[in-house]
């Protein structure tokens, strides 16, 4: 059990150096560098030079990979090449509104999902599954974009009852921010619950028609007591994991709802440093958006572990 | 000369099985509207430049922001071009490049999960952590990071996608062969004496193809969303070109006064992922795979 822990905590340790590599190589192998596409037309002579001393690009590749590694375990990533700030402390306010913006969504969409789930399984087939399915598929389909776009030009412009894009600093309060994430949460919400409720939705479907919930059935045990003591512990297991996957997914979904409704998190930051070409920033946002992906994985992985004897006793044996 | 007529059966009932797969599709009411909706779209991108009433690029700003009339069905942009043409002519790009970066998509994700697959061992536990770490970089950063350092013509675009769909098709080729390689016939073929690629051609192929299929049908509607994300964000094809993603992306700062021109593209692009999806979701269950179950990564 121990020992399979800590395999997965290495293995998510050995995902994440290989994404480094993979990103230290990307923005080193492609086309032009840092200094040529900061400094475009003026990248010559004295100020090219200049510029590779600051940021250090004047020492071999692998020499600089080892010393920013260094330094990201620490949490420094360097400095931003637009804003001559330490990129530490642009992504510190940037990292707490998207937060913030996620966990609204996750909180609010798991109950909901779960409830979606369970009632479109037990009518299977049925008029609530029928109209919960169609909604679902249309959420989750439909990209982040399209649905975010349709809620504002419903909900802010022709409802006018809450403020379409956000327009507030970086570094705001909680509750001062509260109003304006009102719709990209569930712009972002919905989709992770539609995506969650049908992964449950089959998940109990295929417990149900287990033997042992049709023995159970057989033997008369009542149709509730059936369902919360036999059908929802066995169930919601394996989904975990599968709602890890999906709301690490989702990560890439947060990036364009944040630009739509101009928010001012990592996604918004994204998009602007790769616009900026500010490639220590992408290199950094990189990193974190992987890390995030690897622990929510870990996390889904020891969640199942923890909590299904099963695989405790599988472990031991081997 | 027996033999002949086997392998002759064989390729009349894969022509056979073909018809057969698609009119079970279609007899469900969710594949039926899925297919329609795929059909639909496919004949109107391969119709839609000799129907298209005006011409897509002529900006006319006398006629900027015309709420739609019996001249321009949909109303016009902020440049005065008639909304109803772009859209029309919207889902050629989406769905060509889409379409290639899914081929090339199933072909490299499919070929290298099946070698994985059957050679095993240290090659694959490599092949499979390296798979894993790019699953682990968001798509829409390690897509905007490629397309903004290569540019945006469809000759990166079609690869990138392709590249960036196909890890997850690695993984789902590389279980199918897995399952597929400890079976009997196998182990009989090779007892025959058949060659390695005999084996991989004639017994591992055909059985692992129906899962690679469906994961790439799937991925089809995934790249779409992840193509027109693209596009919206500005990072996709450029500007005259007639696209959902970027039309949406301009008509939508004018969205208060001129929501039709932002409602066209939002039909049109829904439509089209829609339309995807359920042929995908009744592919898989006309061939009998259950997908409900696995994330979308």
Not at chain 2, 76 to 101: K, P, Q
């Amino acid at each position: 059990m121990l020992f399979l822990i800590i395999k997965r905590i290495l293995l998510g340790f050995i995902t994440l150096f290989i994404v480094s590599i993979i990103t230290f190589v990307g923005t080193e192998v492609l086309p032009g560098d840092a200094c040529t596409t900061y400094l475009e037309r003026q990248a010559f002579g004295e100020q090219l030079e200049a510029c590779y001393r600051r940021l250090g690009l004047n020492v071999p590749a692998y020499e600089r990979y080892v010393s920013w590694a260094f330094n990201a375990i620490q949490g420094d990533f360097g400095y931003s090449l637009s804003g001559e700030m330490p990129i530490k402390e642009v992504l510190g306010p940037r990292i707490k509104n998207s937060l913030v913006l996620a966990s609204a969504a996750i909180f609010i969409g798991i109950p909901i999902a779960l409830i979606l789930g369970i009632i479109t399984a037990l009518w299977r087939d049925k008029l609530p599954d029928v109209a919960i399915s169609t909604v679902t598929i249309f959420a989750m389909t439909i990209p982040e974009f399209i649905s975010a776009t349709l809620l504002i030009l419903i909900i802010a412009i022709w409802l006018e009852w809450l403020p379409g894009i956000v327009i507030v600093p970086t570094d705001v309060s909680f509750l001062e921010l509260l109003p304006n994430i009102i719709l990209p949460v569930v712009a972002i919400a919905m989709i992770m619950t539609a995506h969650m409720a049908r992964m449950v939705r089959s998940s109990v479907i295929q417990v149900m028609a287990s033997e042992y919930v049709q023995m159970a059935i057989l033997k008369g045990v009542p149709y509730w007591k059936m369902v919360f003591k036999h059908v929802l512990p066995n169930a919601l297991l394996p989904a975990i994991n599968v709602v890890a996957l999906t709301i690490a997914w989702l990560l890439g979904g947060v990036v364009v709802t944040e630009v739509v409704f101009n928010y001012p998190g990592l996604g918004r930051l994204v998009i602007e440093s790769i616009s900026n070409r500010d490639l220590p920033t992408v290199q950094a946002l990189a990193i974190i958006l992987a890390s995030i992906y690897v622990s929510i994985n870990l996390l889904a992985d020891l969640l199942t572990l923890m909590l299904n004897p099963r695989l405790k006793t599988l472990q031991i044996r081997k | 000369m027996k033999l002949d007529n086997i392998y002759k059966e064989e390729k009349k009932s894969s022509f056979a099985k073909l018809s057969e797969i698609i009119i079970t599709m279609a007899s469900r009411p969710s594949g039926l509207i899925g297919l329609s909706i795929l059909v639909f779209h496919i004949i109107l991108a391969f119709i839609s430049p000799y129907i298209a009433p005006h011409d897509f690029k002529a900006i006319d700003p006398t006629l900027m922001l015309q709420a739609p009339s019996a001249e321009y069905w949909f109303g016009t942009d902020d440049l005065g071009r008639d909304v109803f043409t772009r859209t029309i002519l919207g889902g050629r790009t989406a769905l060509t490049i889409t379409f290639f970066g899914s081929l090339i998509a199933l072909l490299w994700g499919g070929l290298l999960g099946i070698f994985c697959g059957l050679v095993g061992g240290k090659i694959d536990d490599v092949v499979m952590r390296i798979v894993d770490a790019f699953l682990s970089i968001p798509w829409i950063l390690a897509m905007l990071l490629i397309v903004s350092l290569l540019g945006t013509s469809t000759e990166v675009l079609i690869p990138a996608l392709g590249f960036f769909y196909g890890k997850g098709i690695v993984r789902v080729a590389r279980a199918a062969t897995h399952d597929v390689i400890a079976k009997d016939f196998i182990v009989s073929a090779r007892a025959r004496g058949h060659s390695d690629f005999s084996i991989i051609w004639n017994e591992i192929i055909p059985n692992v193809r129906d899962a690679i299929l469906v994961e790439g049908a799937m991925r089809w509607s995934w790249m779409l969303l992840g193509f027109s994300s693209l596009s919206f964000l500005g990072f996709g094809v450029s500007p005259p070109t007639p696209d959902w993603g970027l039309m949406i992306s301009n008509a939508r700062g004018l969205m208060s006064f001129a929501y039709w021109a932002v409602i066209a593209p939002i039909v049109g692009l829904s439509s089209l992922i829609i339309g995807i999806n359920l042929t995908a979701d009744a592919f898989a269950k006309a061939l009998g795979i259950d997908r409900s179950t696995k994330a979308p990564v």
